[in-house]
Protein backbone atom coordinates (compact mmCIF):
# COMPACT_ATOMS: atom_id res chain seq x y z
CA UNK A 1 0.00 0.00 0.00
CA UNK A 2 0.95 3.29 -0.56
CA UNK A 3 1.92 5.03 2.94
CA UNK A 4 0.78 8.80 3.15
CA UNK A 5 3.03 10.70 6.11
CA UNK A 6 1.82 14.32 7.05
CA UNK A 7 4.08 16.49 9.42
CA UNK A 8 3.18 18.13 11.64
CA UNK A 9 0.77 16.15 13.08
CA UNK A 10 -0.23 19.05 15.48
CA UNK A 11 -0.38 22.66 14.04
CA UNK A 12 -0.58 25.66 16.49
CA UNK A 13 -0.85 28.77 14.59
CA UNK A 14 -1.74 32.34 15.68
CA UNK A 15 -4.75 33.72 13.92
CA UNK A 16 -3.90 36.26 10.91
CA UNK A 17 -0.56 34.07 10.50
CA UNK A 18 0.09 31.63 7.57
CA UNK A 19 -0.07 27.15 8.02
CA UNK A 20 1.39 25.20 6.21
CA UNK A 21 0.99 21.29 5.96
CA UNK A 22 3.33 18.51 4.41
CA UNK A 23 2.21 15.36 2.87
CA UNK A 24 4.68 13.26 1.15
CA UNK A 25 3.67 9.72 -0.40
CA UNK A 26 5.86 6.48 -0.18
CA UNK A 27 5.39 6.33 -4.50
CA UNK A 28 4.89 8.87 -7.09
CA UNK A 29 1.41 9.81 -7.42
CA UNK A 30 1.60 10.56 -11.22
CA UNK A 31 -0.85 8.60 -12.62
CA UNK A 32 -0.79 6.87 -15.92
CA UNK A 33 -2.89 9.64 -17.57
CA UNK A 34 -0.39 12.46 -16.73
CA UNK A 35 -3.06 13.64 -13.46
CA UNK A 36 -1.87 13.35 -9.68
CA UNK A 37 -4.19 11.85 -7.69
CA UNK A 38 -3.14 13.97 -4.57
CA UNK A 39 -6.45 15.36 -2.42
CA UNK A 40 -6.49 17.24 0.65
CA UNK A 41 -9.57 17.19 3.22
CA UNK A 42 -10.86 19.15 6.13
CA UNK A 43 -12.32 17.66 9.19
CA UNK A 44 -13.90 19.92 11.45
CA UNK A 45 -14.73 19.12 14.93
CA UNK A 46 -17.61 16.86 14.92
CA UNK A 47 -18.36 17.12 10.98
CA UNK A 48 -17.86 14.76 8.27
CA UNK A 49 -14.65 15.56 6.28
CA UNK A 50 -15.14 18.19 3.64
CA UNK A 51 -12.63 17.75 0.32
CA UNK A 52 -10.64 21.86 0.13
CA UNK A 53 -8.28 20.39 -2.99
CA UNK A 54 -8.45 17.75 -5.62
CA UNK A 55 -5.39 16.77 -8.17
CA UNK A 56 -3.12 18.90 -6.06
CA UNK A 57 -3.72 21.97 -6.66
CA UNK A 58 -7.55 22.52 -8.04
CA UNK A 59 -9.57 24.08 -5.13
CA UNK A 60 -13.12 22.89 -4.43
CA UNK A 61 -16.19 24.75 -5.22
CA UNK A 62 -16.67 27.37 -2.01
CA UNK A 63 -13.20 27.10 -0.86
CA UNK A 64 -11.76 30.34 0.13
CA UNK A 65 -8.54 31.11 -1.62
CA UNK A 66 -6.70 31.28 1.58
CA UNK A 67 -6.08 27.70 0.77
CA UNK A 68 -3.72 26.13 -1.67
CA UNK A 69 -1.89 23.18 -2.64
CA UNK A 70 0.90 22.46 -4.44
CA UNK A 71 3.14 19.50 -4.88
CA UNK A 72 4.52 16.82 -7.43
CA UNK A 73 5.86 13.18 -7.27
CA UNK A 74 5.95 12.50 -4.02
CA UNK A 75 6.27 15.91 -1.80
CA UNK A 76 2.82 17.97 -1.46
CA UNK A 77 2.12 21.14 0.22
CA UNK A 78 -1.39 22.41 1.51
CA UNK A 79 -0.81 26.06 2.62
CA UNK A 80 -3.33 28.96 4.99
CA UNK A 81 -1.94 31.96 4.25
CA UNK A 82 -3.94 33.75 6.87
CA UNK A 83 -5.30 31.71 9.44
CA UNK A 84 -8.96 32.28 10.44
CA UNK A 85 -10.78 30.57 13.57
CA UNK A 86 -13.24 28.78 11.24
CA UNK A 87 -10.46 26.43 9.88
CA UNK A 88 -9.53 24.63 13.31
CA UNK A 89 -9.86 20.69 12.55
CA UNK A 90 -7.79 18.34 11.22
CA UNK A 91 -6.19 18.15 7.65
CA UNK A 92 -5.76 14.95 5.73
CA UNK A 93 -4.10 14.22 2.36
CA UNK A 94 -5.02 11.26 0.59
CA UNK A 95 -3.93 9.39 -2.58
CA UNK A 96 -6.54 8.31 -5.42
CA UNK A 97 -3.33 6.85 -7.76
CA UNK A 98 -2.59 3.84 -6.68
CA UNK A 99 -6.09 1.99 -6.76
CA UNK A 100 -8.30 0.02 -7.20
CA UNK A 101 -8.08 -2.97 -4.60
CA UNK A 102 -5.98 -4.99 -3.78
CA UNK A 103 -3.94 -1.58 -3.50
CA UNK A 104 -6.45 0.75 -1.87
CA UNK A 105 -7.14 4.60 -1.64
CA UNK A 106 -4.90 5.75 1.27
CA UNK A 107 -5.02 8.84 3.94
CA UNK A 108 -2.33 10.34 5.92
CA UNK A 109 -2.41 10.56 9.42
CA UNK A 110 -3.87 13.80 9.78
CA UNK A 111 -2.83 17.13 10.86
CA UNK A 112 -4.54 18.66 13.63
CA UNK A 113 -4.70 22.95 13.69
CA UNK A 114 -5.48 24.50 16.37
CA UNK A 115 -5.43 28.06 17.44
CA UNK A 116 -2.50 29.32 20.09
CA UNK B 1 -27.74 20.06 -4.19
CA UNK B 2 -25.87 17.08 -3.68
CA UNK B 3 -27.06 15.19 -0.84
CA UNK B 4 -26.00 12.21 1.44
CA UNK B 5 -28.51 10.84 4.52
CA UNK B 6 -27.59 7.61 6.27
CA UNK B 7 -29.00 5.73 8.52
CA UNK B 8 -28.96 6.14 12.45
CA UNK B 9 -26.40 4.64 14.72
CA UNK B 10 -26.04 0.93 15.49
CA UNK B 11 -25.01 -0.66 18.41
CA UNK B 12 -23.94 -4.39 18.49
CA UNK B 13 -22.48 -7.35 20.12
CA UNK B 14 -19.15 -9.11 18.93
CA UNK B 15 -19.89 -11.35 16.10
CA UNK B 16 -22.97 -9.95 14.74
CA UNK B 17 -23.44 -7.89 11.83
CA UNK B 18 -24.31 -4.53 10.80
CA UNK B 19 -26.02 -2.87 7.97
CA UNK B 20 -25.70 0.95 7.01
CA UNK B 21 -27.50 2.84 4.63
CA UNK B 22 -26.73 5.51 2.12
CA UNK B 23 -29.63 7.53 0.56
CA UNK B 24 -28.09 9.81 -2.80
CA UNK B 25 -30.61 12.48 -3.50
CA UNK B 26 -29.40 15.69 -6.05
CA UNK B 27 -28.02 13.66 -8.93
CA UNK B 28 -28.34 11.14 -11.00
CA UNK B 29 -27.58 8.14 -8.81
CA UNK B 30 -26.24 5.96 -10.94
CA UNK B 31 -23.77 7.92 -12.78
CA UNK B 32 -21.15 8.13 -9.66
CA UNK B 33 -19.57 5.56 -7.95
CA UNK B 34 -20.01 5.36 -4.09
CA UNK B 35 -16.79 4.81 -1.56
CA UNK B 36 -16.73 3.83 2.17
CA UNK B 37 -14.87 5.14 4.82
CA UNK B 38 -14.65 4.48 8.68
CA UNK B 39 -13.37 6.85 11.05
CA UNK B 40 -12.71 5.27 14.48
CA UNK B 41 -12.97 7.06 17.56
CA UNK B 42 -9.86 9.60 17.50
CA UNK B 43 -8.43 8.16 14.96
CA UNK B 44 -7.79 8.82 10.89
CA UNK B 45 -9.79 8.13 8.03
CA UNK B 46 -9.59 4.41 6.54
CA UNK B 47 -10.82 3.22 3.16
CA UNK B 48 -13.20 0.78 3.04
CA UNK B 49 -14.44 0.08 -0.38
CA UNK B 50 -16.16 1.45 -3.51
CA UNK B 51 -19.29 0.18 -5.22
CA UNK B 52 -20.50 1.24 -9.04
CA UNK B 53 -24.23 1.97 -8.49
CA UNK B 54 -24.69 1.92 -12.18
CA UNK B 55 -23.90 -2.19 -12.51
CA UNK B 56 -23.30 -3.21 -9.06
CA UNK B 57 -19.64 -4.13 -9.01
CA UNK B 58 -17.34 -3.63 -6.25
CA UNK B 59 -14.04 -3.15 -5.36
CA UNK B 60 -13.08 -3.63 -1.25
CA UNK B 61 -9.77 -2.98 0.25
CA UNK B 62 -8.07 -6.35 1.03
CA UNK B 63 -8.14 -6.09 4.99
CA UNK B 64 -11.96 -6.25 4.57
CA UNK B 65 -11.96 -8.72 2.38
CA UNK B 66 -14.88 -11.45 3.29
CA UNK B 67 -16.38 -9.17 5.87
CA UNK B 68 -17.90 -6.69 3.45
CA UNK B 69 -20.73 -6.46 0.77
CA UNK B 70 -21.73 -3.42 -0.62
CA UNK B 71 -24.97 -3.01 -2.36
CA UNK B 72 -27.23 -0.84 -4.28
CA UNK B 73 -31.21 -0.23 -4.62
CA UNK B 74 -31.81 2.00 -7.67
CA UNK B 75 -35.08 2.37 -6.87
CA UNK B 76 -34.68 3.92 -4.10
CA UNK B 77 -30.91 5.27 -4.94
CA UNK B 78 -29.41 3.92 -2.31
CA UNK B 79 -26.42 2.43 -0.99
CA UNK B 80 -25.82 -0.32 1.51
CA UNK B 81 -22.63 -1.37 3.10
CA UNK B 82 -22.94 -5.01 5.44
CA UNK B 83 -19.80 -5.78 7.80
CA UNK B 84 -19.97 -9.30 9.38
CA UNK B 85 -18.31 -11.06 12.12
CA UNK B 86 -17.98 -7.98 14.01
CA UNK B 87 -15.41 -6.91 16.67
CA UNK B 88 -14.51 -4.26 19.14
CA UNK B 89 -12.00 -2.33 16.91
CA UNK B 90 -14.70 -2.29 13.89
CA UNK B 91 -16.37 0.53 16.16
CA UNK B 92 -16.08 3.44 14.24
CA UNK B 93 -18.09 6.36 12.27
CA UNK B 94 -18.59 5.01 8.81
CA UNK B 95 -19.22 7.19 5.81
CA UNK B 96 -20.72 7.20 2.17
CA UNK B 97 -19.06 9.44 -0.08
CA UNK B 98 -19.68 10.26 -3.59
CA UNK B 99 -16.83 9.56 -6.17
CA UNK B 100 -14.01 12.01 -5.52
CA UNK B 101 -15.32 11.95 -2.16
CA UNK B 102 -16.16 15.41 -2.79
CA UNK B 103 -19.49 15.20 -1.17
CA UNK B 104 -19.75 12.89 2.22
CA UNK B 105 -22.85 11.37 4.19
CA UNK B 106 -23.58 12.65 7.72
CA UNK B 107 -21.66 9.18 9.39
CA UNK B 108 -23.17 6.59 11.21
CA UNK B 109 -21.96 5.56 14.42
CA UNK B 110 -21.35 1.49 15.03
CA UNK B 111 -20.83 0.44 18.62
CA UNK B 112 -19.84 -3.00 18.56
CA UNK B 113 -19.62 -4.22 22.83
CA UNK B 114 -20.85 -6.92 24.37
Known amino acids: DVVMTQSPLSLPVTLGQPASISCRSS???????????LNWFQQRPGQSPRRLIY???NRDSGVPDRFSGSGSGTDFTLKISRVEAEDVGVYYC?????????????FGQGTRLEIK | QVQLVQSGAEVKKPGASVKVSCKASGYTFTSYYMHWVRQAPGQGLEWMGI????????SYAQKFQGRVTMTRDTSTSTVYMELSSLRSEDTAVYYC???????WGQGTLVTVSS
Open chain 2, 97 to 103: ARDGLAA
Open chain 1, 55 to 57: KVS
Open chain 1, 94 to 106: MQGTHWPPPKPIT
Open chain 1, 27 to 37: QSLVYSDGNTY
Open chain 2, 51 to 58: INPSGGST
